[in-house]
Each structure stands twice: as C-alpha cells, then as structure tokens.
C-alpha cells in the first residue's frame, strides 16, 4: 500500500559523495530513481498523524540492495570511509519510521538476502531478509513454524521484525521477541572502514532487539521453531465485549489448550472488516482466536456456549485468502483506516494482575474516542494483554492526555508516535547494553544518525 | 517394591458371595490367592505413617483381571447384582490408598488392558491400563508425547494417573490434568446391574479427576499430546537454596525456553539420590531441569554462569537407565525413604505472586523438620510452585501442626495423611459435581465405600 505523502518533490543536491560511492560499490545492485527511492524510503508511519508530519519528505539518496553478506561488507566500508549514512530495511512494514533515513544516505535494502541457510529441529538459520511466510513454507512440511510473527507476515522480513517488532500472533504462548530463547543468534556487520562481522549468541542478541538496525547491520538470524499445528481461524460474537474479554483470558490463561491468537475487538470496529464483516453480526463485539485443531473440542467446552461461533475454518495464507490474523494486531487499525482516515493507535500493556479491571475502567473512561482491541499475550512469563486501541484523532494535545490517562491507570503505553528508538518503546524495550553495543558496531554514528538519539558517535 | 507390612494372616471368611461371583464370571481371569490379593490390595500408601497405620491389613476377596470392555461389564454387572464392591487399580503406584479396597471385594486390576485404540496429531485414545511409558514408546516415534506424567511414568497406567494424579512432568509448561484440555474424553462403565457406557467428554471429564475410580469404572482415556521434543537432563548445583529457586522461577516464567521439569531440591536431600550422588555435590542444593535441545543454549545464557552444571546428557528411559524425573516430584521422597523410613512429605501449593517470599519464610520455620523440594508448575494459567517437603516425622499432631503453618502462611497444603476424596485434595480437586455423577454411574455406592466418604448410595 501506498503512503497518503506522495513524494513529489525534485531530488535535492546530497550532501554526501554520491557519485563516489556508487562508483566504488561496482556491480552492488542499486536504485538511483528519485521516486523510486523516496517511495522506498518510507514504511506505515503515516498511521501516525505526529510521525506523518514529522517524516514527511525524509529520504535516503539512492538505495543498494545487496545479495549477499559480502555486498553488505562493500557497502558498510564504502560509507563508513565516507562517513555516508545507512538506514537497514526489510520490506518497510513497521510503523515508526523505522526504515526511514534521517538524514539521507544510503536505504540498505536487504529484502533480496532470503536464503535459508540451514534448519534442524527446532532451530532455523536463514537471511535477514527472508519473508515471515516463506521461511514458515520451507519449514511447515517438516513440522515446524516460525513461534511468532506480526500481523504483516505476508509482507515481512524476518530481520525487520527481529530489529523493529516486538512479538505478535503465538506471543500469547512464547511470550514477545524480548523473552529469553526467543532470538538463539544473529549475524551482523558493522559499519567501519573495515567491517567486521560479529555473532551475537543468547542474551547478547537483545543488542539489536527494537533498534531498528541502529546498532549493526543484522545479515542472518538463528530463530527458535515451535511445533507446526494445523491452525483453525474462529471468530464469536458477543453480546457485551466485556464478554469477549472474560472469554478470551480464560483461553489464555487455559495451558491445555494450543492456541496461537486471542483478540477481543469491540464494536463497531469489526463494521470495518470487508471480508469478515460477514461473519461479525452487527452491533457486536468479537473475539478472533487461532486455535489448534486438536485443541478445538476443548476450546468449545471451555466456551460453554457463550458466545455464537460465527466462524470456524483452517487458516488460510494463500495470496487469494485473507487469514484471521490480517483483522489483528495493528492490523485491526489498517483495516479502520481503510475507510476511515481519521483515527491512529497506541499500543498498551494492560498489569497482569487486574486485566479485566483495567480494561473495564479504560474502556468506559473514553467511549467512542478510544476504542479497544486486545492482543492477550504472555510478558515476562505471566498472561496479560497488550492492547491496539484505535483513537479518534484530534490534537497532539490531547493525544497526550490520552497516553497520560492510561498509565496513571497502570497501563504502559509504548508510544508509537515518535519515531526514535528511546522514545518509542518502554515496555517493549530490553535493558541490554545496546548504546553500548553500538559505540562497538557503528563507531560513527552512521546507521540512521538521529534513531537513537542518545548517541553519541565515538568517532569523527 | 514391597511395602514395610508384609500381609501375612490368614484369610477371613468373605461378607460378600464371592463363590456364585466367581462362578458367573466365567473365563474373565481372576487372582484368588490370598497372599496374592492381599499384595495387590495395596500401594505406596506407606510413605504416610498414619495410611500406614489405617490402611493396615485392608483387602479384597479377589482380584479380577479384564481383557477388555466386556470383561468389565460382566465383572460391573455380575457384582451390581450382588451387591460386592469393586475397587479399580492401575499399576497402584499412588500414594493415598487409592487402590486399597476399604470393604473388601473385588479388584479390579485394569493393567491387562493396555491398547492403543487410536492416534491422530495432537491426540491418543487409549485402554485405560495402557503404561504411560509405553503409551510414549509408541508415539514418539511419530513425534509425539503424553503432555504430563508423574515421576512413576515407567510404572504406571494412564487410567491410574488420571483418576489419581494430579500432574507432574510436564506441568510447568501444560498445567496439570484438571486445567481444560488435558483430558479430552473417558469411556466409562456404570456399576449397575445392566451396567451402562457412558462417554465423557470436554468439561465433563471433569467428573473422574482424582476421585481414584469413585465415580464410574474408567476403560478408555482420549489424551491430548504435546509435540516429543528430545529433553536433555540437567543438574546445576547451587551454594544457597534460594539460587536454585530463583533461577528455577526465572526459567519458569521464561516462555522462549522449553522445559518439562523445574526442580529446586534442598541440602540435603540430595545426599540420597544413589546413582545420581557422583553429580551432586555434597553440601549444595540442586536444580534438576528437563530442558529441550533446541532451547539448551538459551537455557545456559539464562543461567548465566549461576551455579555450575554437573550433569548434562539426553533422558533415558531405557530400563537400565535412571530418568533424572525419577528423582523428582514423590521419587524425591522415595530417595530418601530407601535409606531412612522415618521420614514422610507433604504436598504443597504456593501462592503465585509471592513465591520467593513463601519460600524463605517456611523453609526457615521448619530448618531440618522440613527440608524442602519444589516443583515449579502452571496452575490455573500462572507460574508457581508446588512442594513436596520431606518431614522428619514425629507425631501425627506435629505433622498437623506443621500443614496448619503453611496454610496460615498462605501455602495451600493437599494432605496426602488422609485417603478419602473430600479430605485428601483440596487444590487438586476440580468443582465438578462429582457425587452428583456418581448417583449416575454408582447407585449402589459399590466403587470403593467409604473412599468417597460423603456419598449417600441412592439404592439399596
């Protein structure tokens, strides 16, 4: 999809050595057409009314897209030596500008690194740039899938989601991309006149979780597989969302149950669901779930009928099909935004221990400006939900007020309408060293200067 | 193994017609020697001096053994019609009487019937006398595994577990039987005079969970498998106790890390673990983990150098071999029960948002009176920890006074000193309306009197 910003504008002069650059990287596959890149140079911010305005115009001068490690290497030391910006990306589907260049330079575009460098059981290796989908197509016929993706798997690279993402459908049993385990390794470069390449094994890969490749260029990942269940899509409606809530932590708080996604929305947001509007009855609240066929008796018992199942059917990627999974997450926002321009998100997390309370006081506190959509999940271990609600637009202002609201009530907000790494992330945020890290990896300060703002170079 | 009071008196002239009973049987096997019955008529009720006291010399009149469904029906129907009790038994390798006939009667030894009806992914039916060992054996295989077992897995029946466990190996990342799902469906046979086949399913399972076969003869369980990681056995030895818990608690709540077993066990108990001494260090406390391959790494980045790992190798479960589970949950007290008979245990619940706490304060009240053992499960969908304590044993007063502690201390005891359903479970016992079900299933009240002690037969 296309951005509302059209980028129309003619090609300033660079401030950097351009020419110098593309002549020393040879036969590095690059784009050079301004529109071209200034398309290329944005991703989903524009959800954002804040970021919208604020990134408008930002763009990277050309892009390289490399089709190995030892391209990336030829880019990292041809800007490194001439102190030229690198912004890395995957295919541009976060939310925060993340893919974003600052101040220009190059956009390192690593979509085309999707090999599958090798898998075993429950462990695979593969390039940045693989397709969530298409690494979870290798694996599926061997028994294995991806524990978790966005709801933009179709579309997403699994280095994108790795440096920018924060967990998504299956956190609700692995718990998000932060937690131990879920990240085995990565392979990155580093941006100095001679890179070097660095393997972050454990703990050590939280260095690079939600920097949005501000702290080295991320080339492979090693990732952890869950057990691939047949997944069946389920949608029931509810009279009352509280209703949908109550139902949905039972399932999420239900360990014998295998399921994958939990999703309370409350109306009218499912009036918007094309497709799926459907099998949403009007004037009702839904709860969207992935379930494990052999866990769909027991759901149903758990159900106890309350609740109308409007839709029971095997979850289905094929490009023809929309999956459940695309009515999620911040997905639920898109599919508002479509009709409606409007409106914008926060992202939540609601305390563990008083979820419905919490809901309940949030939801009546705002009415039709604020409304909500769950995501259960599993944080640090313990069942809660983060949460996308969708919000009426109106002021920065009162944006604000709205964000101060929640977490005086105990709710963490990760705020998506600022665009840096510090900023942005709160709750979503590890506490490794990754400032540190960084002084290591990009001594210079060229990965996307201005990201991760605390930064300051170590080198001139 | 054998208990401590051999039965070694003479048989007493039967209450109940046991001739016409074995004659209208016909060729259902049966066990009419005394000193067989008599040995049959027992189980590890023993680790508790005072089952040891109560259940003393009780017995049945003799032992059947049916090959299938309609051997229990005939053995159902032919004892409803005489009015003799029958007392199912797996493998009786439970701890609370379970299997001791209290009336007398029959005993229905379901061991003999151990097929596996069906397998699907995700789900095994099987005859109720299926060994959970074997019932692995055949799945794993085609990767698959029971989610749970107790630390008698290598002993014991399915049937047994279910109508008499109430989790174990396994739970930290399932839950334990009575969480929804985990059981999916029991066929059962009524104690009439025409006796009935009645199939549970979903929450109605409920019905059967830890009433040790009160509620209606169980012949065939629908379980729901989880995928059959290869577990590795892990020991790390820790200076100070509380280290061990910590850590364990950490892996616990760590949902990225795939586990079965999380077992923090105190100084010293440790010094009675036989085979395993060589990696238990004298005068440290220990941490006993199943950890999946896959998650190995990620396990020893957690751990961070945290206490030293002293054994590290692939669970075997071969019969020459020791499975580290088999020194956890109730094996830990049988460690110590082979070397020292003077001890006995509790089964503990602690509080789930105040573990560490609960911990420190009873293992300081007790000191050597108490040396604690936990096993970090998922109840009820949050991470806590269970306990069974080894108790220095003195008087029967002493050891009430040591439950009436924990439970004012918040720690939720299941006294495992009594051998009725109502007063052994507490925790563990589901609201089903089980005595409801056994007017169904038991009219007479045949199945074990007295076992389920409130219930007021509906027939004569």
């Known amino acids: ?88 990306r995957g295919l541009s589907t976060g939310n925060y500008g993340q893919a974003v260049p600052l101040e220009g330079g190059v956009l390192l575009d690593l979509s085309a690194m999707t090999r599958i460098v090798w898998h075993k059981p429950g462990v695979v290796r593969v390039e940045a740039g693989a397709k969530l989908v298409d690494i979870d197509s290798a694996l599926v016929p061997a028994g294995w899938e991806l524990r978790m993706h966005p709801s933009t798997k179709r579309m997403a690279t699994v280095g994108g989601f790795v440096c920018g993402g924060s967990g998504g459908v299956g956190s609700i049993t692995h718990g998000g991309l ?107 609240s839904i ?3 992935m379930i494990a066929e052999a866990s769909l008796e027991s759901f149903k018992s758990l159900l106890k009928g309350r609740g109308e199942i409007t839709l029971e059917m095997p979850m289905d990627e094929s490009p023809a099909k929309i999956p459940l999974y695309e009515y999620t997450w911040n997905h639920t926002t898109l599919q508002v935004l479509k009709t409606d321009r409007t409106v914008t998100y926060l992202q939540c997390l609601y305390p563990h221990d008083r979820v419905m309370q919490a809901v309940k006081t949030m939801t009546e506190m705002f009415g039709d400006e604020v409304i909500p959509h769950l995501e259960f999940i599993r944080f640090g271990g313990r069942v809660t939900c983060s949460a996308l609600p969708v919000v009426r637009y109106s002021t920065a202002e009162r944006l604000n007020e709205i964000i101060d609201l929640f977490e005086e009530n105990g709710v963490t907000i990760a705020n998506p309408h600022v665009y840096t790494v510090e900023d942005g992330s709160r709750h979503k945020r590890t506490d490794a060293d990754q400032l540190g890290f960084k002084r290591e990896a990009d001594p210079f300060g060229l990965l996307n200067p201005g990201k991760m703002r605390t930064y300051v170079p170590v080198r001139g």
Chains 1, 2 share one sequence.
């Not at 140079?41 to 190995?68: C, E, M, T």
């Not at 580093?190 to 393997?199: A, H, M």
């Not at 014998?256 to 918007?272: F, H, Q, S």
């Open 287 to 289: 709860l969207a779930l």
């Open 178 to 284: 932060r937690e131990p385990g879920n990240v085995i390794a990565a392979r990155m470069v580093t941006v100095e006149e001679t890179p070097r390449i660095i393997e972050l094994r454990g703990e050590a890969t939280q260095k690079i979780n939600r920097t949005f490749g501000t702290t080295g260029i991320v080339v492979e990942l090693e990732m952890p597989l869950a057990p691939a269940w047949p997944w069946i899509d389920v949608v029931v409606a509810f009279d009352d969302f509280y209703d949908a809530v109550q139902v949905g932590h039972e399932i999420a708080l239900a360990d014998g149950i295998v399921k994958k996604l939990i999703t309370p929305i409350k109306w009218p947001l499912p009036a918007y669901f094309g497709p799926l509007k459907v099998h949403c009855p009007e004037g009702k």
């Open 1 to 88: 999809m296309n951005s509302s910003q059209p980028a129309n504008k003619a090609a300033p002069a660079s401030r950097y050595d351009i020419a110098g650059l593309i002549a020393e990287l040879g036969d590095v596959p690059l784009v050079t057409d301004t529109t071209t890149v200034r398309r290329r140079s944005r991703d989903y911010f524009w959800y954002s009314p804040i970021l919208n305005a604020q990134l408008h115009g930002k763009s990277a001068d050309i892009v390289a897209v490399p089709r190995s490690e030892a391209d990336v290497v030829k880019v990292a030391g041809a800007c490194a030596r001439r102190r030229i910006p690198i912004t890395p």
